[in-house]
């Protein structure tokens, strides 16, 4: 016999025969595999997912605990990051920070706060700092704008 397309068959025993589950006693034993009496062996028992009342919708729901702003936070930047990926006499926007990889969005702003010292003279621009920040980029000879 050729091997052709239409003559291809699994070999024994590699497909099992699927139940048909719940059409009388010879399917798969007497329970036809809804277990033993109770709701969820008849038909039409526990049908479904239920509505919930409100109440009882609200209470399921999960919670927030605190206090949560809706107002959206500026891309936040340290003192020691911006030392690291900038060289003495650069000017700091976020356009710069944004290319250096330190922040990821600039729809909201960022600001710069004074983790992490500052030694080299740079140049602030369209950035908000914090007063120790702005005080530390000061001292070491840079400018803020």
């Known amino acids: 016999m050729a091997l052709r397309l239409h003559t291809i068959k699994p070999n024994q025993g590699a497909r099992k025969k699927a139940f048909v589950i719940g059409r009388g006693l010879a399917s798969k034993g007497t329970y036809s595999g809804r277990g033993a009496k109770g709701q969820r062996a008849r038909s039409g028992g526990r049908a479904g997912l239920q509505l919930k009342g409100i109440r009882k919708l609200m209470l399921s729901m999960p919670k927030s605990r605190g206090f949560h702003s809706a107002a ?24 710069a920070l944004y290319e250096k990889g330190l922040v990821a969005d600039l729809s909201h702003g960022v600001k710069i706060l004074s983790d992490g010292g500052i030694a080299l003279k740079v140049h602030v621009e369209g950035c908000r700092l914090s007063a120790a920040a702005r005080a530390r980029v000061e001292e070491a000879g840079g400018s803020v704008k």
């Open 72 to 95: 959206p936070k500026a891309a936040i930047v340290s003192l020691g990051a911006i030392s690291k990926a900038f060289q003495n006499g650069a000017a700091v926007t976020p356009k």
